[in-house]
C-alpha cells in the first residue's frame, strides 16, 4: 500500500486531442473516440501486442474478493473491460460512455455473444454519472481517466455511485522508470506509437494525444491521493509490466 498525503490536490495538466478547435475537452475526446472507433480494438490489441487483454483480466481479478453482482464500467469504449467483468458472474453489467460510434463497436460484440441480458451499454457523461447514489457493487476504468475533462469530479462521480464497502479499480498507464525500460517506452510510446496509430486510424492527432494526456496524468501517489480525497480508503496502486501500467484500487 501506498502512503496518501489527504491534504495533497493533484490536478492533471489539461491535455487536449487536438488543438484547432474551441471545442472543451470532453467534446474533442468524444469526437476522436468517433473517429478511430473502426480501428480501436486493432490498434489497441496490435499496439500493446496483446498485453492489454492480460491487463484486463487483472483488473477483473482485483474486485473478485467482494463478488461484485452489479458492476459500472466507465469510459467504456468498445466494451473489452466490460466483456471481461462476466468471469465474476455478476447480474448486471453497465457499460458508459461519451462516444456513440465507439459503443456501436460494444454493442455489436454484446448482440454477437448473445450477451444482452448481462450486459448493457449507455451514452453518459462520467463528470455527471445517470446513476443513483450507491447503487454500483463495483466501479471500473480501463484507460479512460486520463481523458477526463475533470478528474476529481469524475472520481468523485464514482464515489458517489459505489455503495458502501464497494470498490473502484482504474486500469491505467504509468511511466516506468527503470533502465532500459524507461527510454524504449519512450521512444515506442513517442515515435513508433504515434506514426503507426496516424497510418492505421486516419486521425493526426489521435495517437499523439495519447503519449502526451499519459505524460500529464497523476499517476501513482498523485493519483492515489485522488482517490483518498474522493473518500476511498485503502487505497493502493499495482504496477504492471515493468511500469508500464497500473492498476489503482480503492474501498469506498
Request: proline share 4%; hydrophobic share 40%; net charge positive.
Given at each position: 500500500?501506498?502512503?496518501?498525503n489527504?491534504?495533497?490536490?493533484?490536478?492533471?495538466?489539461?491535455?487536449?486531442?487536438?488543438?484547432?478547435?474551441?471545442?472543451?475537452?470532453?467534446?474533442?475526446?468524444e469526437?476522436?473516440?468517433?473517429?478511430?472507433?473502426?480501428s480501436?480494438?486493432?490498434?489497441n490489441?496490435?499496439?500493446?501486442?496483446?498485453i492489454?487483454?492480460?491487463?484486463?483480466?487483472?483488473?477483473?481479478?482485483?474486485?473478485?474478493?467482494?463478488?461484485?453482482?452489479?458492476i459500472?464500467?466507465?469510459?467504456?469504449?468498445?466494451?473489452?473491460?466490460?466483456?471481461?467483468?462476466l468471469k465474476?458472474?455478476?447480474?448486471?453489467?453497465?457499460?458508459?460512455?461519451?462516444?456513440?460510434?465507439?459503443?456501436?463497436?460494444?454493442?455489436?460484440?454484446?448482440?454477437e455473444k448473445?450477451?444482452?441480458?448481462?450486459?448493457?451499454?449507455?451514452?453518459g457523461?462520467?463528470?455527471?454519472?445517470?446513476?443513483?447514489?450507491?447503487?454500483?457493487?463495483?466501479?471500473?476504468?480501463?484507460?479512460?481517466?486520463r481523458?477526463?475533462?475533470?478528474?476529481?469530479?469524475?472520481?468523485?462521480?464514482?464515489?458517489?455511485?459505489?455503495r458502501?464497502?464497494?470498490?473502484?479499480?482504474?486500469?491505467?498507464f504509468?511511466?516506468?522508470?527503470?533502465?532500459?525500460v524507461?527510454?524504449?517506452?519512450?521512444f515506442?510510446?513517442?515515435?513508433?506509437?504515434?506514426?503507426?496509430?496516424?497510418?492505421i486510424?486516419?486521425?493526426?492527432?489521435?495517437?499523439?494525444?495519447?503519449?502526451?494526456?499519459?505524460?500529464?496524468?497523476?499517476?501513482?501517489?498523485g493519483?492515489?491521493?485522488?482517490?483518498?480525497?474522493?473518500?476511498?480508503?485503502?487505497?493502493?496502486?499495482?504496477?504492471?509490466f515493468?511500469g508500464?501500467?497500473?492498476?489503482?484500487?480503492?474501498?469506498?
Open positions: 500500500m501506498i502512503a496518501v489527504k491534504s495533497d490536490s493533484i490536478l492533471s495538466k489539461q491535455v487536449l486531442p487536438y488543438n484547432d478547435t474551441s471545442q472543451s475537452k470532453k467534446q474533442q475526446v469526437s476522436m473516440f468517433d473517429n478511430i472507433a473502426p480501436y480494438d486493432f490498434l490489441h496490435f499496439l500493446s501486442m496483446g492489454d487483454k492480460i491487463w484486463r483480466r487483472k483488473t477483473v481479478k482485483s474486485i473478485s474478493t467482494i463478488n461484485p453482482k452489479i459500472l464500467d466507465v469510459a467504456t469504449g468498445t466494451g473489452d473491460l466490460a466483456i471481461a467483468l465474476l458472474n455478476p447480474e448486471k453489467i453497465t457499460g458508459l460512455d461519451l462516444s456513440e460510434q465507439m459503443l456501436a463497436v460494444a454493442k455489436k460484440k454484446v448482440t448473445n450477451l444482452q441480458h448481462k450486459i448493457e451499454f449507455l451514452k457523461d462520467s463528470e455527471k454519472l445517470p446513476f443513483g447514489n450507491n447503487k454500483f457493487d463495483a466501479l471500473t476504468v480501463g484507460f479512460g481517466v481523458n477526463f475533462e475533470n478528474l476529481e469530479i469524475g472520481i468523485g462521480e464514482m464515489y458517489r455511485v459505489i458502501k464497502g464497494g470498490m473502484v479499480a482504474v486500469l491505467e504509468s511511466k516506468p522508470k527503470a533502465f532500459p524507461k527510454q524504449l517506452f519512450g515506442y510510446f513517442s515515435r513508433m506509437l504515434p506514426f503507426i496509430g496516424k497510418m486510424s486516419k486521425d493526426k492527432r489521435a495517437y499523439t494525444y495519447l503519449p502526451e494526456s499519459v505524460q500529464a496524468f497523476p499517476e501513482g501517489d493519483f492515489l491521493n485522488i482517490l483518498a480525497k474522493a473518500g476511498f480508503k485503502s487505497v493502493k496502486c499495482r504496477n504492471l515493468f508500464v501500467a497500473s492498476i489503482y484500487t480503492g474501498v469506498k
